[in-house]
């Protein structure tokens, strides 16, 4: 059996595949692996062998496809939150991973470690091949010769050893935490409406008895307000119109009024009262309508560009994007797989559902000269040498390099005709993909190493090392997150998966929080996470040797 793994890598990959997927499914006390158990399963199959690995390409390949469509899918959010909190977020991960390596030093001397091996428990504890990498690098350029073997074995066998504790660590803080905290992730989302996570969208009819909201237009009045709500129907006597900026109200108004619970109480306080009749109810004149966003040239631009209201006499008053809901602001980039409900005259309505596509199977089908040009480019950057003070070189490598370039592209959006964005379904099934490739490339070509490892030599007190590092570290940095920096759990827990630069971390907070909250923190830290963790190997070498 262990032969027929060995000659058939495709069958091997997807007999951990479907082992690993349905066990990570299994929940103890309300907690699950997720797609993070196929990893594990990896690791026992590898572990059979010696030779009982899949080929490198595999993981590398999902790791790619991974870590691109999450670029693509979060890097709007990550220069969005530089804009806003997103320096105190990376300050915080640098401080965590700086505290992390004064924690493996003093492993260093407490184990009487070689620096070799110290600087692999460090990229172990961390999950992270780029740092040991850089480790290895520096080893072979500077190391005596007579005893480069040895000391190129000490790195690997330091992150052999962690790297499995090194996700399962956090993985367990992940679980403490929210557990010790009792926190609720779905009110997390519906607190955070400037993540464009959504929230219970309701709509009222509310008819104008004040004459103080008569005196000034309706966008100047929600502008004022601070009002997060959209007006639509307008009746004024017997004429039902939509609702424009420059109009004002007029005494007896009714106007259909689209936002959260709070915002309509602030509205209608201030106009006047809620009436009974819904003028959405109404679609004699005015009709509605929810149109998928499949035309690649409305995608990516704004929605103030369109110019729907001048083109057709159009509203858009909702946009879902996966499973939320959100209010449509004028700056609100559209992306392909969007479904926009427009208000318009009935009979402009098949104009404007021309107008934004609405073919699902459109959205169906990838372009695949924009996705395959942004991967090559993120992967050119990737072995591009960056030079560093002290004579270091760092590389972002196959991660770094396309997820820096994915977020890049994922926030313009389109560049001319290219249209860089995915369909969110599309990205959705290739990030899942992905994420099965490398963790089950990784498991099955860590697996042996990991267990002839642990059974030699001081194998057992690497391995505790390695977990006390991750889960302290873990554990501090999802504390001050909560407690002291305010930052919801959900962004938390998908930090922390970014300062591991671990995929597996980030799945397992994905099925925790059930929704795009650890998306945002992932994305907001990990560059700058990989980067420091690729210094720190080196440095630890340099100055322990």
């Known amino acids: 059996m262990i032969q027929f793994l060995i000659n058939n890598p495709l069958f091997t990959l997807f007999f951990v595949a479907a082992i690993g997927y349905p066990l990570g499914r299994i929940k103890f006390r309300g907690s699950s692996l997720g797609v993070a158990a ?66 493996t030093v003093v492993a260093y001397y407490a184990l009487h470690l070689s620096p070799g091996v110290t600087a692999g428990i460090f990229s172990g504890s961390f999950t992270n091949t780029p740092a040991l990498a850089s480790a290895l690098d520096y080893i072979k350029n500077y190391a005596p010769q007579a005893n480069l073997d040895r000391l190129l074995n000490e790195p690997v066998i330091g992150y ?14 992940i679980g403490l935490m929210q557990w010790w905290f009792k926190v609720d992730y779905k009110a997390e989302a519906l607190a955070a409406p400037h993540l464009e996570l959504g929230a219970n969208i309701q709509n009222r009819t509310i008819r104008v008895t004040h004459p103080e909201a008569t005196s000034i237009a309706i966008g100047n009045l929600a502008q004022q307000h601070h009002w997060d709500v959209i007006f639509g129907r307008l009746q004024h ?14 005494m007896g108004d009714l106007v259909s009024v689209i936002g959260s619970e709070e915002q309509l109480e602030c509205v209608t306080s201030f106009l006047g009262e809620m009436y009974s009749k819904q003028l959405d109810f109404d679609r004699n004149q005015i009709d509605n309508r929810r149109i998928f966003v499949s035309n690649p040239q409305v995608a990516g631009h704004r929605l103030q560009d369109l110019n729907i209201y001048q083109q057709f006499g159009a509203l858009a008053t909702r946009l879902r994007r996966g ?91 389109r560049t001319g005709p290219l249209v860089w964005n995915l369909p969110y379904s599309a990205n959705l099934t290739l990030r899942q993909v992905g994420f099965i490739l490398f963790l089950a490339g990784v498991g099955t070509r860590s697996g042996y190493a990991f267990v002839t490892t642990f059974t030699q030599g001081n ?87």
């Open 38 to 103: 196929v990893l594990f399963v990896g690791l026992a199959v590898g572990s059979l062998d010696a030779n009982l690995k899949l080929p490198e390409i595999i993981y590398q390949l999902g790791l790619v496809l991974f870590v691109y469509t999450i670029g693509l899918s979060s890097g709007p959010s990550f220069f969005a939150s530089l804009r806003r909190k997103g320096l105190r977020y990376n300050l915080l991960i640098v401080g965590m991973l700086v505290f992390g390596a004064l924690l």
């Open 160 to 173: 052999s050893v962690t790297y499995p504790m090194g996700i399962m660590s956090a993985l367990l803080a």
């Open 237 to 250: 006597q017997d004429q039902l119109t939509l609702s424009n900026t420059h109009d004002s109200f007029c």
């Open 323 to 413: 499973d939320s809901d959100f209010l449509p602001q004028e700056d609100t980039i559209l992306q392909l797989g969007d479904r926009i409900r427009v208000v318009a005259p009935r009979k402009q309505m098949d104009e404007v559902t021309h107008f934004f596509g609405d073919s699902y199977r459109t959205l169906s089908e990838i372009d695949f000269l924009t996705f395959s040009l942004g991967l090559a480019v993120g992967l050119l950057l990737g072995v591009i040498p960056f030079p560093l003070p002290g004579g270091i070189t760092i590389k972002l490598g196959a991660a770094g390099g396309p997820l820096l370039v994915a977020m890049i592209l994922g926030t313009l959006g």
């Open 459 to 545: 194998g057992l007190s690497i391995f505790i090392a390695g977990a006390l590092i991750t889960f302290t570290v873990s554990i501090a940095t999802l504390w001050i997150a909560y407690k002291l920096l305010k930052i919801p759990m959900g962004m938390a827990i998908g930090m922390l998966g970014g300062l591991q630069t671990q995929p597996a971390v980030l799945g397992f907070t994905l099925e925790q929080a059930d929704n795009e909250l650890p998306n945002m923190g992932y994305a907001a830290v990990y560059p700058m996470a990989i980067i420091v963790k690729i210094i720190i190997a080196q440095v630890l070498v340099i100055i322990l040797k």
